[in-house]
């Protein structure tokens, strides 16, 4: 996570997480512009892929499903920017 402080601490996490995944197996490389979680637990993703860098889809997720696609690339051996257990403690920290 970017900056100096840690990024799961509750004072100092930043309120969006940027995460870029390796393409790979067909897929683009993306960077992910990752909101906080509210309080049911969805995301504010602002994504960008390398099949068209200009623009920018914006959709809400659950932050289960940002999860689950990190852990699938971490899985499939592509690079993901961010540790997932830190990615993880990240997106929990909502409520603190």
Known sequence: MSGSSDPVDGRDAPSILSLVIQ???GE???VLMIGR???AGRVRVREWTSNDWQS???YDVTADEIMNRVERAV???RRVSEDPRSLRRWLGAADR
Request: hydrophobic fraction near 40%.
């Open 75 to 77: 899985r499939a051996f």
């Open 23 to 25: 393409g790979g197996a």
């Open 56 to 58: 920018a889809v914006v």
């Open 37 to 39: 979680p509210d309080g």
């Open 28 to 30: 683009p490389e993306c």
